[in-house]
C-alpha cells in the first residue's frame, strides 16, 4: 500500500517533469507512430503472399501488433528508464544512495523512473488492437477479456523479471550498457504469433525469454478459447521468475563494493 | 599527396588507439552484436514458415535463408552513428579542439567507425558463422571468388555512402540545435528502404522501380544481393555505377555543407 502511494508520487513528479519537456512528447509520439507503421510493414507484406498461416488470418496478427505495441509502450515507460541505468548506478556508486533509502532497493530500482511520453505508445495500440479485432469480427466475452489481461499482465511482469535478471548481471560484469539492446531485439519476436516459429524457438520463447505470455496468449484468449490451464502456467511461471529475481539481486547485492565511498 | 599518406599515417594511429581503448568493453560488444543478429534470425524464421506452408513469394528459400544470415553483417559493416556526436561537438563547441590540429576534422570519426566495427566483426563473425551453419542445407554460396570480391567493394562503397550521409546530416548541426530527430527519421526510412527490415525483392510490385534506384538500396541490399540472388551482368554494372555515382554525389554535398556549416560555426564556448 505505502508502495502504491510512492508509486503514484513518482508519476506525479514524472508527468510535472515531462510538461517541461514539451518538444520530447511530441517526438516520442512521432517517432512512436512511425514505428508501429513500420512494425505492421512486415505483417501486409507477408499477407500478401498468403491469407492465413497457421491459423492465424491477417487481421488476427495486426491484433497482436496491437498487443505487441501496448506491451512495448508500457515497458518502455515503467521499466526501461529504470533498468537501463543499471550500470550507471553501479558504476558511479548510485546504488549506495538507494540502498540507504526506507524502502525496497529492488522495488526503487525499478520503478523510480517513468519515461510518460511512452504511454501514447500504449494508445496507439489500443487503436491497432480495436481495428484488429473488428476486422478479425471477434466477439469476446467477459472470460474472454479476464483471461487476456491476465495473460498480459503475467507476460508483463515475466518480461519485466528477465530484463532485471539480465540487467542484474552488472554486479559481475561491470558494464551491461547494450543489454537494454538485447531485450528488445529478443522482444522484437513477440511481434510475431508463437506458431510462426519452429518448436525449439516457441519454447525458447515460453520459458526462457516469456514474450509469448505478454503478446501471443492474450490474443489467442480474445480471439478463440484458450484454456485457463494456459493461465494457470503463467501465473505459476510469474511467481517463480519473481522468486529467481528475487534470489539473483541478494546474490548480486552480496558482491557490491560500492564505486563511491 | 603529401597530406593524404600523412592522413593516412594519423588515421592508422587513432585507430589504433581507438582499438586499444574500446577493448576494455569487449564484453558489452560481444552483447550488442548478440542483439545485431536477433532481428534478421527472427526474419528468418518467419518467411521461412511462410514459404513451407505454401506461400508464393517471388523469391525462393535459399534466397530468404541466405538474404538474412549475411544481413546482420552487412548492417554493422556499413552503419554509421558519428552524426549524433558531431553534432553535439558542435552544438558543445568541443569541436574546435579539433579543428586546431593539423589533420582533418573527421579523421577522428572515421577512426572511431574503424576501430568499433573491427571489434564488432570479431563478435559478430562467429555468431554469423553459427547461424550459417544451422541453416548451410539452404544457403547460396557462389562458387569462386569473383562475386564475394564484388561483394566485398560493394560493402565497402555501401559503408561510404552511409557515413557520408551521416556526415551530411551532422553538418546540418551548424544551422539547426538538435538534429537527433533528423538521425532518427534517417535510421527509420533507411531501415526499411534498405533492405534491413524486408528484403527489397519482397516489396509489392508497384514499388518496384523506385525500390531499385533509391540510394538505400545500395548501402545494404544491393551487396546482400550480389551474394544471395542471380544478378546479372548488366545488373551488376548497372548497380555498381549507381552505387558509385550516390557515393560522389553525396560526397560532394556533404564536402559543401560542411563548408558552408564551417564558416557559419560560432565556437561556443571559446
Known sequence: ?261 | MNTLTRNLRVLRRMTAAEIAQQSIYRGSWVIFMLANIFVPVTSLLIWRTALAHGARLPVDERYVTTYFVLLGFVTMATSSWAAGFIASDIRLGTLSSWMVRPASLLLGFVANNLSEKLLKLIALVPMIGIVWWLFRESMVVPAGFGRWALFAVAVLLGAVLVFTIDILIAALAFWLDDVSALVQARVIIASVLSGAVVPLALMPSWSRGFVEFQPFRFTVSFPVEIVAGRLSGAELLLGFGLQLGYVVLAGVLARVVWAAGLRAYSAVGA
Open chain 1, 1 to 261: 500500500m505505502r508502495y502504491l502511494r510512492l508509486w503514484r508520487r513518482f508519476f506525479a513528479q514524472a508527468v510535472v517533469r515531462e510538461t517541461h519537456y514539451r518538444a520530447h512528447f511530441l517526438t516520442t509520439l512521432g517517432v512512436g507512430l512511425v514505428q508501429l507503421g513500420l512494425g505492421i510493414v512486415p505483417t501486409l507484406l507477408l499477407f500478401g503472399f498468403t491469407s492465413e498461416l497457421h491459423g492465424w488470418s491477417r487481421a488476427e496478427v495486426i491484433a497482436l501488433v496491437g498487443v505487441y505495441q501496448i506491451v512495448t509502450g508500457l515497458m518502455a515507460a515503467f521499466v526501461a528508464p529504470n533498468l537501463n541505468r543499471m550500470t550507471s548506478y553501479l558504476t558511479e556508486g548510485e546504488l549506495d544512495a538507494v540502498l540507504l533509502r526506507p524502502v525496497s532497493s529492488q522495488f526503487y530500482l525499478t520503478f523510480r523512473w517513468i519515461n510518460v511520453a511512452e504511454l501514447t505508445n500504449v494508445a496507439s495500440g489500443v487503436a491497432v488492437l480495436v481495428i484488429g479485432l473488428l476486422q478479425a469480427d471477434v466477439r469476446a466475452d467477459a472470460g474472454q477479456i479476464v483471461q487476456a489481461v491476465l495473460l498480459a499482465g503475467c507476460g508483463l511482469v515475466l518480461l519485466t523479471a528477465v530484463w532485471s535478471a539480465l540487467a542484474y548481471l552488472a554486479f559481475w560484469l561491470q558494464s551491461v550498457g547494450p543489454i537494454g539492446i538485447v531485450y528488445t531485439s529478443l522482444a522484437e519476436a513477440g511481434r510475431y504469433p508463437l506458431a510462426f516459429f519452429p518448436t525449439a524457438v516457441r519454447t525458447f520463447l515460453t520459458f526462457a525469454f516469456p514474450v509469448a505470455f505478454a503478446t501471443t496468449y492474450p490474443v489467442q484468449a480474445l480471439t478463440g478459447d484458450l484454456s485457463w490451464r494456459y493461465v494457470a502456467l503463467a501465473a505459476t511461471l510469474t511467481l517463480l521468475a519473481l522468486l529467481l529475481t528475487r534470489l539473483l539481486w541478494s546474490r548480486g547485492l552480496r558482491t557490491y563494493a560500492s564505486a563511491s565511498s
